[in-house]
């Protein structure tokens, strides 16, 4: 009985492949949050891209990029970042059953053949070179995302043939005054640029994240900021600082 | 044969000392002292100590549980071959033959209880001992017998039940007392035997708890019931717990030996002498053989770990689960069982277990290991998206994380688990890939709430910061300075106030930024019972001109950055 069921689950997985649908275009780009929508150059993270994040919010900046399609579905996994903070990905929208962090070594060579054997298999990568990639070694594993269709995300290190170059610039913090208040929201400004499609330089303003810890678009008038400003100030005076009156707390755990 | 709180005994607890095993915050298995001060199983552990102060808390150990066994299921298969280990601290074997050799089940079963209780006593010198709980084949007898090993010296109780059938045997085998730890059902009588045990020794709890509130308390109860209605009204493993009941034998009816090929085998070069080496390769062996016999529809209830070692030893036991085994739970048997042949191995033991028969001393590293799918029954377990899709993909990721623990090692490749805590370090606890994804501290932001006694707990973990949460984490924390307008440093006074504001802070003995805001100072004053994790700290979150902002905390007059929003 058990057999026949067997014979007939191997049918069945033959249908399975010959009937499969071809690949659509929108399989080949993965979502993103709206907030990226404008900023890249394709509707969503083109399968087989590389995408260089740098500034002094790359890696916030990464985790919102990558979000969109862990929340979807896709597997994502860090390679080389051995500090990330795990909650900002889980705040970010990522799954933490689909990212796993991998400890890349030191040297060179077996860096370049982890990040080839995670290029395989997952969708998006996210790295940070140990040092700067050789022209070798990025044109080779450029090549090897393009032909898996995975995505390579290098954070905060510059990758040579990129083909998009996002650039965090002008951060300003809101929430945090002097000697009250706690970080709560931050704008940022950035500026995209690369190869191709991305060729013409596009920018974008981001609260990153904004007081209710959305990742989303800034509205560009200047007097809509200030007024959006206020709030996310507002919200952050709503919401107490972590410590219980002056002294602190005793606390158990 | 079943060795009563194994657990405590693997763990080389003496009888007279108040000791507990917990899992997950509930006590498993406690020591007579502690037993006499109230401490049972299911207890919280916090009740627990409140019961006995003295209490040791011990966590629950399953490899080295089933490494002290391995001597005991060594001794029992002294008697007959094809024991099967159900788990640590209980065994059975087919008494049909070596019972006629003995002269009685009685006869077989006494004998093995003195023999484990030898085994026992010579290892407890040298480690603490196992239990062994023996069940039958078909028409055969199950022996129980349960061996507690204390300190040395002391006596260790060894539990043997012989019944038609393993469940009805595990049941005589704890139906006896310390002076009598042998019971015999005879032949037939099983029914009647099982008959008067409440409901909840079937160990299906959603189950008994449904034919409670139906009236029906007792397994003769459920037994009376005729079986088609039970098979209407409660499934597959309602009719499964119903024959149980009725003292049926529990073998599955569509179990089969499976065919040969479907063992899976790999051989190690170099040989393995660690646990650890040998058991990343039975990993992916027992994922192999998952494959093999799922991909035939077919699941594992028995499975036979054999292993040869370069002088030639071959190794063997037989491993059985109640339900399929999956591929993690035939791994982690695998494991286990590796663990208790080369633990015995280890210098420095041989001495005590040379004198007893049956133990195969492994003087070599494992050469070989093969996994034999003993029994194997149809699987009608999950159905896979029919576009192979998602569980694709899931596949693919496993076996690359797996092929990347094989080359850089298997703590190379973790995964988060959100986890309970008050700093940014304590928020997400890594775990090995592969090993189950479970929190080190309950109260995770947005994480599971904890039930207890029916009511929901979330630790609250006051203090905790808010968010957003820092993107960096430094482990450990990076040294900095942090100075005020004049160039001195900032101090924090008792009183948590900060006299001069923070002006300028230096990361690492890199270059002076300017801090544009900060808040603080946040003293935490944590764990100051337990003077090993006392820390007391106050922390801050500055934000500086470059737009960068981070955590920063001062400890014993020293400033660290613990965390960056980048």
Redesign the interface.
């Known amino acids: 009985?058990?057999?026949a069921?067997?014979r007939e689950?191997?049918h069945l997985h033959d249908v399975?492949a010959r009937t499969?649908p071809v690949a659509r275009a929108d399989d080949q780009l993965l979502p993103v949050t709206t907030a990226f929508e404008g900023l890249l150059p394709w509707a969503g993270l083109r399968r087989g891209a590389t995408v260089a994040v740098s500034g002094?919010?790359?890696?916030?900046l990464a985790?919102a990029l990558a979000a969109g399609a862990s929340r979807a579905?896709?597997?994502c996994?860090a390679v080389g970042l051995?500090?990330?903070?795990?909650?900002?990905?889980?705040?970010a929208g990522i799954e933490?059953?689909?990212?796993?962090?991998?400890?890349?070594?030191s040297t060179g060579h077996?860096w370049a053949?982890?990040v080839a054997?995670?290029v395989?298999?997952?969708?998006i990568v996210l790295v940070r070179p140990p040092g700067r990639v050789g022209a070798t070694d990025a044109r080779r594993l450029t090549a090897r995302a393009r032909e898996r269709g995975a995505v390579l995300v290098s954070v905060g290190v510059p990758w040579e043939g990129a083909d998009v170059r996002l650039a965090?610039r002008?951060?300003?913090?809101h929430g945090?005054?002097?000697?009250?208040?706690?970080?709560?929201a931050?704008h940022?400004d950035v500026t995209a640029e690369g190869r191709g499609a991305a060729a013409r330089p596009r920018r974008a303003s981001l609260w990153l994240?904004d007081a209710d810890?959305e990742v989303r678009r800034a509205v560009e008038r200047r007097t809509d900021l200030h007024r959006e400003t206020t709030a996310a100030e507002a919200a952050c005076r709503r919401?107490p600082?972590?410590?219980?009156g002056?002294?602190?707390?005793?606390?158990a755990? | 044969m079943w060795c009563p709180d194994w657990p405590l005994t693997a763990a080389g607890v003496g009888h007279d000392e108040a000791a507990a095993v917990v899992v997950a915050n509930r006590v498993v298995a406690s020591s007579l002292a502690a037993w006499h001060d109230g401490v049972v199983r299911g207890l919280r552990r916090r009740e627990a100590q409140g019961r006995c102060p003295s209490l040791r808390v011990l966590a629950a150990d399953p490899a080295q549980e089933a490494r002290a066994f391995e001597p005991v299921v060594a001794a029992v298969e002294s008697f007959a071959p094809r024991v099967e280990v159900t788990r640590p601290g209980q065994c059975a074997l087919a008494t049909r033959g070596p019972s006629r050799y003995f002269g009685g089940d009685e006869a077989l079963a006494r004998a093995i209880a003195d023999r484990v209780r030898a085994v026992a006593w010579c290892d407890a010198t040298a480690a603490p001992e196992p239990g062994v709980s023996t069940g039958a084949d078909a028409a055969g007898c199950v022996g129980d017998s349960a061996v507690a090993a204390p300190g040395v010296g002391a006596a260790m109780p060894v539990r043997v039940g012989v019944a038609d059938g393993a469940f009805a045997a595990t049941l005589a085998a704890r139906a006896t007392t310390d002076d009598e730890p042998v019971r015999v059902v005879a032949p037939g009588t099983t029914a009647a035997f099982l008959a008067p045990f409440p409901i909840g020794a079937l160990n299906r709890p959603e189950l008994a708890d449904l034919l409670t509130r139906l009236g029906i308390r007792t397994l003769g109860d459920f037994a009376a019931l005729p079986a088609a209605d039970v098979l209407a009204r409660f499934g597959v493993d309602g009719s499964h717990a119903h024959r149980l009941a009725r003292g049926v034998d529990e073998r599955p009816l569509s179990s089969r030996r499976p065919p040969p090929e479907l063992a899976v085998q790999c051989e190690l070069d170099p040989p393995a002498n660690r646990v650890d080496i040998a058991a990343f390769a039975a990993k992916g062996l027992a994922e192999e053989l998952h494959h093999r016999l799922s991909s035939r529809g077919l699941a594992c209830t028995r499975v036979l770990v054999e292993a040869e070692t370069e002088h030639g030893e071959r190794l063997a036991r037989l491993w059985r689960h109640d339900g399929a085994l999956t591929a993690a739970a035939m791994a982690e048997r695998v494991r286990w069982q590796l663990d208790g042949w080369l633990a015995g191995a280890a210098p420095g033991r041989g001495g005590a277990d040379a004198d007893v028969d049956g133990i195969v001393d492994v003087t070599a590293g494992l050469t070989l290991l093969r996994l034999v799918p003993d029994e194997v029954k149809a699987d009608n377990g999950r159905a896979l998206g029919f576009w192979g899709g998602v569980a694709d993909a899931d596949e693919r990721a496993a076996r690359a994380l797996a092929r990347l623990q094989g080359m850089l090692g298997p703590d190379a490749v973790t995964t988060g688990v959100l986890s309970g805590g008050r700093n940014p370090d304590e928020h997400v606890h890594l775990v090995r890939w592969g090993d189950p994804r479970e929190p080190a501290r309950p109260g995770a932001p947005g994480g599971a709430p904890v039930r207890a006694d029916g009511r929901v707990e979330v630790p609250p973990w006051p203090g905790r910061l808010q968010p957003p949460a820092p993107a960096t984490v430094h482990r450990p924390a990076t040294p900095a300075e942090l100075v005020d307008a004049a160039g001195e440093q900032v101090a924090v006074t008792g009183r948590g106030m900060v006299p001069t504001e923070p002006a300028r802070l230096r990361v690492d003995g890199g270059v002076w930024v300017d801090v544009v805001a900060w808040a603080g100072p946040w003293p935490v004053d944590e764990r100051w019972w337990d003077p090993a994790s006392h820390r007391r700290r106050a922390r801050f979150q500055v934000a500086l001109h470059t737009g960068a902002a981070h955590l920063v905390t001062v400890e014993g007059g020293r400033w660290w950055v613990e965390a960056s929003y980048d």
């Not at chain 1, 395989?120 to 969708?123: G, I, K, R």
């Not at chain 1, 600082?241 to 219980?244: N, Q």
Request: without cysteine; hydrophobic residues 55%; positive net charge.
């Open positions: 009985m058990a057999l069921g067997a689950a191997t399975v499969r002094v919010a790359a890696t916030s985790l579905g896709s597997w996994v051995p500090s990330l903070g795990l909650a900002a990905a889980v705040e933490l059953a689909r990212f796993p962090m991998v400890a890349a070594s077996q053949s982890v054997a995670v395989d298999a997952f969708d965090v002008d951060v300003a913090w945090l005054g002097r000697g009250h208040g706690h970080l709560g931050r940022v994240p810890g919401s600082g972590p410590a219980v002056r002294r602190g707390v005793r606390v755990g």
